[in-house]
Structures are given as structure tokens and as C-alpha cells.
């Protein structure tokens, strides 16, 4: 695959859960999605203070999220994963941490 290239393909297994999402906040169907230093999810970024949580299963829009709390998603917590990546990728890297951007950026 190209790099620069935003195509996600996800082998869909593993524990759904629901998470309260954080105020103002969309998250969309099918990205990856964290949790803050507060405990509600975002969408996942490079920040120390946020835990990966999974692929989102269900979106919502930031006007939907009146408050902390009041919207929950589902999140699959495992899942085979299959993201590309803007450099190039050997199998040494199988393994090793991977900082993540967040929707649609580079």
C-alpha cells in the first residue's frame, strides 16, 4: 500500500464494549478511539494521558455529547487491525510502539 494512504481494514473479533465520550466530541464509525486522563474516549491521538481503547463501533456527533458522559459508545477492544502508515514498514517493527495521529491527519 501507498503511504499516505487513509484505507483501515479491521478483522472484526473481540469484546464490544460501551464508553462514555467525552463533551463535544465526535467520534466516528470504525476509528480508533481512546480513553482521556478523566476516563471518557476521544479520538486517539499521540498524547501521554490517553489509553487505546479500540475501533469505535458506533459514531456520534460533537453536538451530541451535551455533557461528560451523556453519550455512550460500543468499542471492539480486540481486533486485527490492518492501518497504513506513512513510512516504510519491515518485520522487525511487528511488536513495537505505534504513536497515532488522530481522524485524517498526517
Same mark, same amino acid.
Given at each position: ?9 479491521a478483522?472484526?473479533?473481540g469484546? =464490544?464494549l ?5 463533551? %463535544?466530541? +465526535?467520534?466516528y464509525? /470504525? @476509528?480508533a478511539?481512546a ?8 479520538q486517539?491521538?499521540?498524547g ?5 481503547a479500540? =475501533? ?5 456527533t460533537? %453536538?451530541? +455529547?451535551?455533557?461528560? /458522559? @451523556?453519550?455512550s459508545?460500543?468499542v471492539?477492544r ?8 506513512n ?6 517493527d511487528v511488536?513495537?510502539l505505534?504513536?497515532?495521529h ?5
Amino acid at each position: 500500500m501507498a503511504g499516505g494512504s487513509k484505507q483501515v481494514y479491521a478483522k472484526l473479533k473481540g469484546n =464490544i464494549l460501551s464508553f462514555p465520550v467525552k463533551i %463535544a466530541t +465526535a467520534i466516528y464509525r /470504525g @476509528t480508533a478511539v481512546a480513553i482521556d486522563s478523566a476516563g471518557y474516549l476521544i479520538q486517539a491521538g499521540d498524547g501521554a494521558a490517553m489509553k487505546f481503547a479500540g =475501533i469505535a463501533e458506533e459514531g456520534c456527533t460533537a %453536538a451530541a +455529547a451535551v455533557a461528560n /458522559g @451523556t453519550v455512550s459508545i460500543k468499542v471492539r477492544r480486540h481486533a486485527i487491525v490492518r492501518m497504513t502508515k506513512n513510512t516504510t514498514t519491515a518485520v522487525t517493527d511487528v511488536g513495537k510502539l505505534v504513536y497515532a495521529h488522530t481522524v485524517h491527519t498526517d
